[in-house]
């Protein structure tokens, strides 16, 4: 096998994979093992290898495994011996063969993919235990409308293996109703004469395994019949819906008909099936990362990625499906400036092209309306449809009439002989939002002015029950505008709305479609307020269960108001939950938690970092009771055993009030503890459960500080950078948090703390991986991070392996920083060599505009560079074999066409070339005219006249100014340095230390030896040459 092929689609300018050197390696050392061996030693070889532990084993399964994926030839061989040496059932084997196909399909080269599916045959043949999970991860890589070559290649592949080995996939009773959801999905994307046999064997795959296991197919519930309604008129699938619609007990005993399928929720993986896991990845960091107000550029991408095609359209349903049924936001995600999912979903209505596709996103997302049971169905899986009406209202009203229509009419028309039942579902729907408070009132909703009379008409007879008597009346005009007036005020949340509180939030684009639109107040993005910190809670049953002197103290401090007086009490209060360790156990410490949240909650709620920054100021503000807490937390000595329950009551505190974190840091930094190293922080967190770590703990303290206070977050920076190196140097995740809220004074203050030697927020290692996630930020998070590392002093070699693979367009703001670095700098090898890697772009200006500049300043230098980098990839002389074009010497070194495209491009732009005419690269040009393809001399026969017209040129001229001697003198010169070409550098050099050293006129400077032009020269790739 050629181990240079490689498993992964990969280039010179990334790293490489970590997955894909770990298999690499693994495969080198069963290669070390069995190499010269014939096969019944290797088997021994192997098999005693195996024996020597775990790491040696999954070495082997490992290895094996890349061999297979990479070496068609050998791939039985290699599975036979798989087979032999392994000691777990293929669990190793299967688990990393799972995580490829999870992780990197997209980046597997085709013989790759092709030997999965070989793999994944030959296990399904075996009847290998786990080879299920193959089956599924596979399905999981069929993307919904798309329709590519590639990807119809892995559906049928898949379909291949299952109706092949049928009898196999009966005994899973869990993987077929997902190979089902699955295919009648992607039927639905296979239309054309050039997909009838595929589609044919598709629908009758389903429609044959529907019927002979429908009761497992049950399962699925309501999203069955909505799928099941898309190919029902296909011929394969008509005597099926028409068993479904009028005799059920033909399926299955126990089936009572669709309206037991409409009764039941589909559970979220099937949803989750039917996207890809990097769809799936990218709609999660839309739906959690980017701000409200700053997604257009997501989801422009998102559009490009994967809704541009016309096949694509459909997939809308399933992404709506997904939002609504599987992704449900936190409360905490909720109360933030995310953007919401009923803004999302709206975005995909909007921008759908497709009357067809339209009417089934509309479908999906109204789907858990039809037969919603308050018992059993979720809120959240209603609440985004009710939202996108709602808040579409003056921006987008088009959008709520429709969605309004749409609910109307499917009461009647969906299933007519169930229509009472979907209305009954529908009005439990709207009457749960309205006791869950998504929404304060119907009315601004049914009887807006904007919409049309007669649709206010129908939905007044359909949601009879909902109108109020004002409405009922028809005389409603003037409320219903002050309603709509109040769309204005300003929202507590977005997502769900207060009372009397209404949202005026937008879609992504810049459309508005109001007949108010050019009232300034509304057009305008309303930020989300700041919600209180800690909600009250009574605590009176909580005191009751707190017991001695603890409650005593307690109360105590409960009754206080004195500031002075509560810290004395709170202090005597940490005392006896010391005193009491044995009896303090966790369930007191939450209770007493729930209490001192509460009775300091006035603190949790206003911010603690005082304006004027001075030392009593700062030891002012730690004297409130929740830093006598603190404090005598942090004076406590680490061995001692009472630090135990005020852990415990702390970590009790913090999942309550997650403030105490940044609080914490905050103390260990101006308290002027013994403790330089927040030693107690990284206590207190290793005393947390649930999986807390000292990163994923220091980062949401950070973001929550960040959001409370951004003077104190940056306060805090220098220290927390200086100590929790490992955790925050180089983390791109609080560089980004840093970046997203700080402002030109306080990049000013950081920049200062890293000049002082105060700061560090890079490390080598991690610094492209930083640069490369720094590419999606905002335009003004980028310029703020080029900023920090220029305070830095980050060598340009750092950055430079980055530089080919950026966009002139899409990356500017790295880009511009990076010519500004360059621009201070003087040329270079390293420097140089990928500057010329980039592909020379019409309009990218970047190579152009810094060789020119450099040219101004160091024009010798940089031509002997360009001259230098010709040589390496030109074998440095004439007479070598024809390059080949877009050859080269080294994979990170540019080729022969990339060169002189920037140097022709350079050409066209720039008005002074100079450059051009300097002899380092006139010889270069020369030197490549000998050894150039017929392509490359017609791709650049432009630059390459000029430096014949400019050897001309000054030759006739020098000689014309020169008396006879020397005038032959120097012809001879010029066509000796044509004709060794080989000695053209020294030549070069010996006549510029020559010109340095004499003061010679401008004529006897200008002669330099360089190839003369030849007349009649033979053919390159003649034989005689």
């Given at each position: 096998m050629d181990q240079q092929k490689g498993l992964l689609i990969s280039n010179v300018y990334e790293c490489k994979d970590e997955l894909e050197e770990r298999l690499e390696r693994c495969y080198n050392a069963v290669t070390s093992l069995v190499n010269g061996l014939s096969e019944r030693e290797a088997n021994d070889a192997l098999n005693s290898h195996v024996c020597k532990g775990a790491q040696q084993h999954e070495e082997v399964q490992i290895g094996l495994l890349y061999a297979i994926l990479t070496d068609p030839a050998n791939a039985p061989k290699h599975y036979r011996d798989i087979n032999l040496v392994t000691r777990d059932s293929f669990t190793i084997m299967l688990n990393r063969l799972n995580q490829i196909v999870f992780e990197k399909w997209l980046k597997l080269k085709d013989i790759g993919r092709s030997q999965i599916l070989w793999l994944t045959r030959e296990l399904v043949k075996n009847s290998v235990l786990g080879a299920d999970g193959a089956i599924n991860t596979l399905l999981r890589q069929i993307a919904g409308g798309d329709i590519t070559p590639k990807n119809v290649w892995l559906a049928e592949s898949v379909l291949d293996i299952l109706a092949e080995y049928r009898s196999w996939l009966d005994k899973f009773p869990g993987l077929v109703p997902t190979v089902i959801y699955t295919f009648l999905r992607v039927i639905v994307y296979h239309t054309g004469q050039i997909f009838h046999n595929l589609r044919q064997r598709e629908a009758e795959f389903t429609a044959s395994l529907l019927r002979d296991k429908w009761t497992e197919c049950m399962g699925i519930g309501r999203d069955l019949v909505r799928l099941l309604q898309n190919v029902a008129r296909l011929p394969e699938f008509e005597s099926l819906w028409r068993d479904v619609m009028l005799k059920p007990t033909v399926l299955a005993p126990n089936f009572t008909g669709i309206q037991q399928l409409l009764g039941t929720r589909t559970s979220r993986k099937y949803q989750i099936a039917r996207l890809t896991p990097d769809m799936e990845n990218k709609l999660i960091f839309l739906t959690t990362k980017v701000k409200f107000g700053q997604h257009k550029r997501y989801q422009d991408w998102f559009q490009r990625q994967y809704l541009s095609t016309p096949e694509s359209q459909s997939l809308r349903c399933d992404l709506i499906r997904y939002i609504c049924c599987v992704f449900h936001p936190s409360n905490e995600l909720l109360c933030s400036d995310i953007i919401p999912r009923w803004a999302v979903i709206g975005w995909l209505l909007q921008t759908c092209t497709s009357n067809v596709a339209a009417s089934n996103a509309k479908l999906s997302l109204f789907y858990d309306w039809i037969f919603f049971d308050p018992e059993k169905d979720s809120i959240m899986n209603i609440e985004p449809a009710v939202l996108v009406m709602f808040y579409s209202i003056k921006p987008h009203p088009a959008i709520t009439a429709t969605l309004l229509d749409f609910l109307c009419r499917i009461m009647n028309n969906f299933c007519p002989m169930y229509a009472e039942q979907v209305r009954s579902g529908i009005h439990k729907s709207l009457k749960t939002i309205l006791d869950k408070r998504v929404l304060p009132s119907l009315q601004p909703l049914f009887e807006n002015p904007k919409l049309d009379k007669e649709l206010r008409a129908l939905v007044r007879t359909t949601f009879t029950e909902f109108m109020t008597t004002d409405m009922v009346k028809g005389d409603e005009e003037e409320s219903v505008n002050k309603e709509v007036a109040s769309l204005d005020m300003d929202e507590e949340t977005n997502h769900i709305v207060p009372d009397n509180d209404l949202s005026d939030a937008a879609f992504s684009d810049d459309e508005d479609e109001s007949p108010l639109a050019n009232n300034k107040t509304e057009s305008t993005f309303r930020p989300i307020r700041d919600p209180q910190r800690y909600q009250s809670v009574d605590i009176t049953e909580h005191l009751q269960q707190l017991d001695g002197d603890i409650r005593y103290f307690t109360e105590q401090l409960l009754n206080?108001?004195?500031?002075?007086?509560?810290?004395?009490?709170?202090?005597?209060?940490?005392?006896?939950?010391?005193?009491?360790?044995?009896?303090?156990?966790?369930?007191?410490?939450?209770?007493?938690?729930?209490?001192?949240?509460?009775?300091?909650?006035?603190?949790?709620?206003?911010?603690?970092?005082?304006?004027?920054?001075?030392?009593?100021?700062?030891?002012?503000?730690?004297?409130?009771?929740?830093?006598?807490?603190?404090?005598?937390?942090?004076?406590?000595?680490?061995?001692?055993?009472?630090?135990?329950?005020?852990?415990?009551?702390?970590?009790?505190?913090?999942?309550?009030?997650?403030?105490?974190?940044?609080?914490?840091?905050?103390?260990?930094?101006?308290?002027?503890?013994?403790?330089?190293?927040?030693?107690?922080?990284?206590?207190?967190?290793?005393?947390?459960?649930?999986?807390?770590?000292?990163?994923?703990?220091?980062?949401?303290?950070?973001?929550?500080?960040?959001?409370?206070?951004?003077?104190?977050?940056?306060?805090?920076?220098?220290?927390?950078?200086?100590?929790?190196?490992?955790?925050?140097?180089?983390?791109?995740?609080?560089?980004?948090?840093?970046?997203?809220?700080?402002?030109?004074?306080?990049?000013?203050?950081?920049?200062?703390?890293?000049?002082?030697?105060?700061?560090?927020?890079?490390?080598?290692?991690?610094?492209?991986?930083?640069?490369?996630?720094?590419?999606?930020?905002?335009?003004?998070?980028?310029?703020?991070?080029?900023?920090?590392?220029?305070?830095?002093?980050?060598?340009?070699?750092?950055?430079?392996?980055?530089?080919?693979?950026?966009?002139?367009?899409?990356?500017?703001?790295?880009?511009?920083?990076?010519?500004?670095?360059?621009?201070?700098?003087?040329?270079?090898?390293?420097?140089?060599?990928?500057?010329?890697?980039?592909?020379?772009?019409?309009?990218?200006?970047?190579?152009?505009?810094?060789?020119?500049?450099?040219?101004?300043?160091?024009?010798?230098?940089?031509?002997?560079?360009?001259?230098?980098?010709?040589?390496?990839?030109?074998?440095?002389?004439?007479?070598?074999?024809?390059?080949?074009?877009?050859?080269?010497?080294?994979?990170?070194?540019?080729?022969?066409?990339?060169?002189?495209?920037?140097?022709?491009?350079?050409?066209?732009?720039?008005?002074?070339?100079?450059?051009?005419?300097?002899?380092?690269?006139?010889?270069?040009?020369?030197?490549?005219?000998?050894?150039?393809?017929?392509?490359?001399?017609?791709?650049?026969?432009?630059?390459?006249?000029?430096?014949?017209?400019?050897?001309?040129?000054?030759?006739?001229?020098?000689?014309?100014?020169?008396?006879?001697?020397?005038?032959?003198?120097?012809?001879?010169?010029?066509?000796?340095?044509?004709?060794?070409?080989?000695?053209?550098?020294?030549?070069?050099?010996?006549?510029?230390?020559?010109?340095?050293?004499?003061?010679?006129?401008?004529?006897?400077?200008?002669?330099?030896?360089?190839?003369?032009?030849?007349?009649?020269?033979?053919?390159?790739?003649?034989?005689?040459?």
């Open positions: 206080e108001t004195v500031q002075e007086d509560q810290c004395e009490k709170i202090d005597r209060l940490m005392q006896m939950v010391v005193r009491d360790d044995e009896d303090f156990d966790g369930d007191m410490a939450a209770i007493l938690a729930t209490c001192l949240c509460q009775i300091l909650i006035d603190q949790f709620n206003t911010n603690i970092f005082p304006e004027d920054i001075d030392d009593e100021s700062l030891e002012e503000s730690i004297g409130t009771p929740l830093f006598v807490m603190l404090r005598f937390l942090s004076s406590t000595q680490e061995e001692s055993p009472s630090r135990a329950p005020l852990f415990s009551l702390l970590g009790e505190m913090y999942l309550k009030q997650p403030r105490i974190g940044y609080n914490l840091l905050y103390f260990l930094k101006v308290g002027k503890a013994n403790d330089e190293k927040m030693q107690t922080y990284r206590d207190f967190v290793r005393t947390l459960e649930d999986g807390h770590t000292l990163e994923s703990c220091l980062l949401a303290d950070m973001k929550i500080c960040e959001e409370d206070d951004v003077r104190l977050f940056t306060f805090l920076l220098p220290d927390i950078y200086t100590q929790f190196p490992n955790v925050c140097v180089g983390n791109a995740e609080l560089l980004q948090l840093v970046v997203s809220s700080i402002d030109g004074s306080q990049l000013q203050e950081l920049i200062c703390q890293i000049l002082q030697g105060n700061l560090v927020m890079f490390r080598k290692e991690s610094f492209l991986k930083v640069l490369n996630a720094s590419l999606d930020w905002e335009t003004l998070e980028q310029y703020f991070l080029w900023q920090l590392i220029t305070a830095h002093n980050i060598p340009l070699d750092y950055v430079m392996p980055m530089l080919p693979k950026l966009d002139y367009h899409c990356h500017a703001e790295a880009l511009t920083s990076i010519m500004v670095l360059l621009k201070q700098d003087c040329p270079s090898s390293d420097l140089l060599r990928p500057i010329l890697c980039r592909e020379c772009k019409k309009n990218d200006f970047f190579t152009v505009s810094i060789l020119n500049y450099w040219a101004q300043e160091f024009e010798d230098k940089l031509a002997d560079l360009i001259y230098t980098q010709f040589s390496k990839v030109n074998g440095g002389t004439p007479n070598k074999k024809r390059l080949r074009p877009g050859s080269t010497a080294k994979k990170d070194s540019p080729s022969t066409d990339q060169i002189l495209a920037h140097l022709d491009h350079m050409r066209q732009i720039c008005r002074n070339i100079s450059l051009l005419q300097h002899s380092s690269i006139q010889t270069a040009l020369q030197q490549i005219q000998q050894t150039a393809s017929d392509s490359q001399k017609t791709k650049f026969s432009d630059l390459l006249a000029l430096a014949e017209d400019i050897a001309d040129l000054k030759t006739s001229r020098v000689l014309r100014g020169l008396p006879g001697r020397r005038a032959a003198a120097a012809a001879a010169s010029s066509t000796s340095s044509g004709n060794k070409s080989s000695s053209a550098g020294k030549s070069r050099k010996l006549v510029i230390d020559d010109s340095e050293s004499e003061s010679s006129s401008s004529e006897e400077e200008a002669i330099k030896p360089r190839a003369k032009k030849r007349k009649k020269a033979p053919p390159v790739d003649d034989d005689s040459d």
